[in-house]
């Protein structure tokens, strides 16, 4: 094995042993400032259990004294589920700080997620969840929650079952995101050994078996998300060899389901029978690689998110190799910053 191949399934090897999730930090809001809680989203959840819900957080930072909360009967009716439509809710009533996020089921439990704007710097303070068997059990959690918010830290006695991640207004980190996929490989061109035709696959009668019109993919990702929509991530993938690519991503939305668009460059090493030839010094199947995707994130709450990604590739090789990717896998948040 080559140097250069050695080298990256080191870094490979690296990034799968990441650990999937990790936050520790603290806040205080300043206690005068104007909140909004805004209604929440219900996904699968009786939208009546949810408001009640609401309305006794909106009462426990009333007696907490923490915020000037806005009553309900002044706030917007916006069921934001991103920071535009958040910052934009809290302007309109002259809040500091708005709260939203949303309810829904996943199996037999219900998670509640909710993140805190700050809207005059048009950023996310932090986010939250919460998972209870049924919606009524959250009333048990209200005063958890409720400190929690006003904190920044963790309350797990009073908020029972509870994951709240948090971050301080004075030390923010970005957002790193460790996630693995699975999926097939499509050869558009090439991949395939020269005693098969390029064409149809097919040569001297011998029909070219489905492994080599496809392959099975593992990819391991790492993102940095520099901003609300902008992501940068490093991709370590084994696709009938092994790929190194940088790219960069752009998220519309950045709402709970949110479609992306992006590309990347790396260096791909293919690993097959044909990968050298003895009689022809200048064939060669590895090389520098470019790539266009696009894909799918969904159910994405505060520490863990599930995606779906869809990507062409062009392999600067003797063969041209190209081929579209569909893979889909799971992402955990390890630094959160509330996206």
């Given at each position: 094995?080559?140097?250069?191949?050695?080298?990256?399934?080191?870094?490979?090897?690296?990034?799968?042993?990441?650990?999937?999730?990790?936050?520790?930090?603290?806040?205080?809001?300043?206690?005068?400032?104007?909140?909004?809680?805004?209604?929440?989203?219900?996904?699968?959840?009786?939208?009546?259990?949810?408001?009640?819900?609401?309305?006794?957080?909106r009462r426990e930072f009333e007696q907490r004294d923490a915020y000037n909360v806005i009553q309900e009967s002044?706030?917007?009716?916006?069921?934001?589920?991103?920071?535009?439509?958040?910052?934009?809710?809290?302007?309109?009533?002259?809040?500091?700080?708005?709260?939203?996020?949303?309810?829904?089921?996943?199996?037999?439990?219900?998670?509640?997620?909710?993140?805190?704007?700050?809207?005059?710097?048009?950023?996310k303070e932090f986010s939250g969840d919460v998972t209870k068997q049924r919606i009524e059990d959250f009333q048990?959690?209200?005063?958890?929650?409720?400190?929690?918010?006003?904190?920044?830290?963790?309350?797990?006695?009073?908020?029972?079952?509870?994951?709240?991640?948090?971050?301080?207004?004075?030390?923010?980190?970005?957002?790193?995101?460790?996630?693995?996929?699975?999926?097939?490989?499509?050869?558009?061109?090439?991949?395939?050994?020269?005693?098969?035709?390029?064409?149809?696959?097919?040569?001297?009668?011998?029909?070219?078996?489905?492994?080599?019109?496809?392959?099975?993919?593992?990819?391991?990702?790492?993102?940095?998300?520099?901003?609300?929509?902008?992501?940068?991530?490093?991709?370590?993938?084994?696709?009938?060899?092994?790929?190194?690519?940088?790219?960069?991503?752009?998220?519309?939305?950045n709402s709970v389901v949110s479609p992306y668009v992006g590309g990347g460059l790396g260096y791909y090493i293919?690993?097959?029978?044909?990968?050298?030839?003895?009689?022809?010094?200048?064939?060669?199947?590895?090389?520098?690689?470019?790539?266009?995707?696009?894909?799918?994130?969904?159910?994405?709450?505060?520490?863990?998110?599930?995606?779906?990604?869809?990507?062409?590739?062009?392999?600067?090789?003797?063969?041209?190799?190209?081929?579209?990717?569909?893979?889909?896998?799971?992402?955990?948040?390890?630094?959160?910053?509330?996206?």
């Amino acid at each position: 094995m080559s140097i250069h191949c050695k080298i990256i399934v080191l870094i490979g090897g690296m990034l799968m042993a990441l650990p999937l999730a990790f936050i520790s930090a603290s806040g205080q809001p300043q206690p005068s400032k104007t909140l909004v809680v805004l209604p929440f989203k219900a996904y699968g959840v009786d939208s009546t259990s949810t408001q009640t819900v609401l309305a006794l957080l909106r009462r426990e930072f009333e007696q907490r004294d923490a915020y000037n909360v806005i009553q309900e009967s002044y706030t917007p009716e916006s069921e934001c589920q991103d920071l535009e439509c958040a910052v934009s809710a809290g302007r309109s009533v002259g809040a500091d700080l708005v709260l939203y996020g949303h309810f829904s089921r996943l199996g037999t439990k219900v998670l509640w997620s909710f993140t805190l704007v700050d809207v005059e710097r048009n950023a996310k303070e932090f986010s939250g969840d919460v998972t209870k068997q049924r919606i009524e059990d959250f009333q048990s959690s209200i005063s958890g929650v409720a400190k929690s918010i006003e904190t920044g830290v963790l309350e797990t006695n009073s908020a029972g079952s509870s994951q709240i991640l948090s971050i301080s207004k004075d030390r923010r980190r970005d957002t790193i995101i460790f996630g693995i996929g699975v999926g097939q490989l499509f050869p558009v061109h090439g991949y395939i050994d020269r005693r098969y035709s390029d064409d149809d696959y097919n040569y001297n009668n011998v029909v070219v078996p489905d492994t080599i019109k496809r392959a099975f993919v593992l990819d391991s990702r790492v993102a940095l998300k520099v901003s609300d929509n902008y992501t940068l991530d490093l991709l370590f993938g084994i696709r009938r060899g092994i790929l190194l690519n940088i790219g960069a991503s752009y998220d519309p939305l950045n709402s709970v389901v949110s479609p992306y668009v992006g590309g990347g460059l790396g260096y791909y090493i293919y690993i097959g029978e044909d990968s050298f030839d003895n009689n022809d010094p200048d064939f060669f199947t590895s090389g520098f690689q470019v790539m266009v995707k696009g894909g799918l994130w969904f159910f994405k709450t505060s520490i863990l998110r599930a995606f779906a990604n869809l990507d062409y590739t062009y392999i600067f090789n003797s063969r041209d190799d190209q081929a579209v990717t569909f893979t889909i896998g799971i992402a955990s948040v390890i630094d959160d910053l509330g996206f």
